[in-house]
């Protein structure tokens, strides 16, 4: 449809009729009728009435289905993404969650899964605590015993888990002569605790090439690696593990983090990185929806650094279903449902 088409839907919608609506333009209503014809739809007669094939029309309740037509997606198809927040794979801690994820993972078969950042903890490099590799004064105690070549097992030991089950069903399809599944596209936005390993070879140079991002295997195990900070965009979302609100490079976040989201970036936008929940959507007045998402944290664990602020997080996973051009329909999945249903 094109703009001058859809402007002109917009306008016979506000005014009433085509003759308002032209006046409204500035333009004739010849003009007004050829560019709503533009848009597929037929002109009946009376011109008054818009008709589209196979529905009766007239008057106003013609000029209600023309509302209807402009607040209804294009179409009812589009994709399923299975976002995973935070997840924090950490060598203290198990990782369990990985397994019953990629248990509902299976059920689920979407076509798009998004890790969105922090899927490896990393807690050796870690600053709060001390690491003098990332410019921290010194280990606390907490820090004694931690080292890096674990923290990147755990990583890779939940990424291999996550697929375990899709894998294991498509060698049996294979065994038995069907076709396998089709496995859904992997991404993963690079978070802040994972840019530690990228701060290390900056601070201490001659690590360059020692310690990498690639020691975490992402783009080896099939995901698609997006860098720190740079928004992936799919199926019209923007994911990050959080945007930037300027020029200093800060989050985006505040009592009203998902509003100002889609206020900043003016684009449909899901992020991690707070542990928080939120939820805010705007219509623009082209009538496009933009939906801002918080997505809480995936991992069960006590985190040291947040002390009381635990208790704040939400903690599981979020699906979208009908997901075309940054529009969907979201659901919940609460770590202790998973859980519930998938921990056996
Ligand atoms: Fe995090």
């Avoid at 950042?117 to 015993?145: C, N, T, W």
């Avoid at 070549?149 to 030991?157: G, H, N, P, S, T």
């Avoid at 923007?238 to 985006?252: C, E, T």
């Amino acid at each position: 449809m094109t703009d001058l088409g859809q402007e002109a839907l917009q306008l016979v919608s506000l005014h009433g009729s085509i003759a308002a609506a032209a006046r409204a333009a500035g333009i004739s209503r010849s003009s007004m009728r050829d560019r709503l014809s533009r848009t597929g739809w037929k002109l009946g007669k009376p011109t008054r009435q818009l008709a589209a094939p196979g529905i009766s029309t007239g008057g106003i309740a013609e000029i209600h289905r023309i509302d209807r037509e402009l607040s209804r997606p294009a179409s009812h198809a589009g994709r399923t993404h299975l976002v995973i927040p935070d997840s924090h794979a950490h060598p203290d801690f198990p990782n369990d969650r990985f397994d019953w994820l990629g248990r509902f993972l299976l059920d689920l078969k979407p076509d798009v899964v998004v890790d969105i950042g922090d899927m490896a903890d990393i807690p050796s490099l870690s600053i709060y605590d001390g690491a003098r590799s990332v410019g921290g004064a010194g280990g606390k105690k907490s820090f004694e015993g931690r080292r890096y070549k674990l923290d990147v097992a755990a990583a890779i030991d939940a990424r291999r888990r996550i697929l375990l089950p899709f894998d294991t069903e498509n060698s049996r399809l294979i065994a038995a002569g069907e076709k396998p599944l089709i496995l859904p596209e992997l991404h993963s936005c690079e978070g802040n605790h994972e840019d530690r390993i990228r701060r290390v070879s900056s601070l201490i140079p001659e690590l360059d090439g020692v310690i990498s991002i690639d020691d975490l295997e992402i783009e080896k195990l099939g995901w698609k690696f997006h860098e720190f900070r740079i928004p992936a965009i799919i199926d019209g979302i923007a994911y990050a593990h959080f945007l930037i609100s300027g020029v200093m490079g800060k989050p985006v976040g505040g009592v009203n983090h998902a509003r100002s989201l889609i206020l900043k970036g003016l684009t449909s936008s899901t992020v991690g990185h707070s542990h928080l929940r939120d939820f805010a959507e705007t219509v623009t007045a082209d009538n496009r929806r933009l939906l801002g998402l918080i997505v809480g944290c995936f991992f069960d664990f006590h985190a040291d650094f947040a002390g009381p602020a635990n208790s704040l997080y939400w903690r599981g996973l979020v699906v979208k279903r009908c997901v075309q051009a940054g529009n969907y329909d979201h659901q919940w999945i609460s770590l202790d449902y998973l859980r519930a249903t998938y921990g056996h």
